[in-house]
């Protein structure tokens, strides 16, 4: 009986373990309607805010790595769940003032590298 028991606190204790473990996501953001072509991005409504919600966000360690392609951002950030990346990210000012469009999804790193910026 007490195998047993410890059995179920050691299965018990690895379930609590991996459920409390963060997620990877990534956000992609893309230009909104409240985007105005005429101005610079440092010029633009709520971009103010935008930068400070980032810069809380690498702070607090919930930003791992972010990148600019095209005419697209992205950044990979840690949530428990796509429901709290979701909250994370859609609070920002830009997002929620649509001078920023905002798409969360799970991500699934195939690879473990260290991205670095070429020197």
């Known amino acids: 009986m007490k195998k047993l028991l410890l059995l179920f606190t050691m299965i018990l204790t ?39 919600n980032l810069s809380k966000l690498r702070k607090d ?4 790595a972010g990148a600019r392609y095209a005419d697209k951002g992205i950044i990979v950030i840690a949530a428990k ?27 699934n790193v195939f690879y473990e590298g260290c991205l670095e910026r070429p020197k």
């Open 14 to 52: 690895g379930l609590l373990a991996h459920a409390q473990t963060d997620s990877l996501f990534i956000v992609t953001y893309t230009t909104g309607s409240a985007w105005d072509v005429a101005k610079q991005p440092q010029e633009q409504s709520w971009f103010k805010e935008h930068s400070a």
């Open 61 to 64: 360690g919930k930003i791992k």
């Open 81 to 107: 769940t796509i429901a709290s990346a979701k909250e994370l990210i859609f609070a920002d000012a830009a997002v929620v003032n649509k001078l920023f469009v905002a798409d969360v999804q799970k991500l």
